[in-house]
């Protein structure tokens, strides 16, 4: 079974600070992505990436930045967070883009 | 450009009747059609993928057809079960684009 893990699993973050999110997978897997959801807006695409040290914008990126120093790691950063990031962040991963991804549990952010 | 549309964002059922949820898509490829199934509090994860050879995919009770001609992927289940409450993506991964389009969601009711 593939194995994504998050940290933390939820925050309390104040407004104007800066928040980091880690995912780690032992897949040995090429991709990775970030996602956040939102009652109502379900899973928007963040930042992915295909290898190590190389990042994408997804569909919703302002506000966000991602880093992948490694193929097992890959962290968003919040440098300003703000109420409006308020959610559940979701990792992923896939040996290919068209397989399966894999989740990692979630991590619940609350920006005051 | 490439999509997935999910017309439905809630469905309530009866327990034993049958399930339908609808997905159509765009894509200017042939692509792999995906369903993502995520109960309460939990991550996402597949329930089925389409296959290239036109078999259809069965899990857990549930299957869904490519239908190239209407570009739909329907999920059905003969007979609907409490526990299938949920909230359902269905994702389209083109031949390219190195990512996947996830739709909106279809939350599932099932009441007793």
């Known amino acids: 079974e593939a194995a994504v893990t998050q940290s933390p699993r939820s925050k309390v973050a104040v407004t104007g600070g800066k928040v980091t999110l880690s995912c780690h997978q032992t897949?040995?897997?090429?991709?990775m992505y970030w996602y956040r959801q939102d009652t109502g807006h379900g899973l928007r695409l963040i930042h992915y990436?295909?290898?190590?040290?190389?990042?994408e914008k997804g569909d919703i990126p302002d506000g966000y930045k991602a880093s992948r120093p490694s193929q097992e790691n890959f962290s968003l950063i919040l440098e300003l967070a703000s109420l409006s990031q308020t959610a559940v962040y979701f990792c992923?991963?896939?040996?290919?883009?068209?397989?399966?991804?894999?989740f990692g549990p979630g991590t619940r952010l609350l920006v005051l | 450009g490439d999509s997935v549309t999910q017309t439905e964002g809630l469905v309530t059922l009866t327990e034993g009747l049958p399930v339908m949820l609808n997905c159509t898509y765009q894509?200017?490829?042939?692509?792999?059609l995906f369903w993502y199934v995520q109960h309460l509090n939990e991550a996402p994860k597949l329930l089925l993928k389409?296959?290239?050879?036109?078999k259809r995919p069965e899990h857990q009770g549930f299957h869904a057809t490519l239908h190239k001609s209407s570009s739909s992927f329907h999920l059905q289940k003969s007979s609907a079960q409490l526990s299938d409450s949920a909230l359902y993506y269905c994702?389209?991964?083109?031949?390219?684009?190195?990512?996947?389009?996830f739709g909106d969601g279809t939350q599932l009711v099932v009441k007793p």
């Open positions: 990436s295909y290898v190590a040290d190389s990042t």
């Open positions: 992923a991963s896939s040996g290919l883009f068209q397989d399966t991804q894999y």
């Open positions: 897949n040995n897997h090429d991709y």
């Open positions: 894509s200017t490829y042939s692509p792999f």
């Open positions: 994702a389209l991964s083109p031949n390219s684009n190195n990512r996947i389009f």
């Open positions: 389409s296959f290239t050879d036109n």
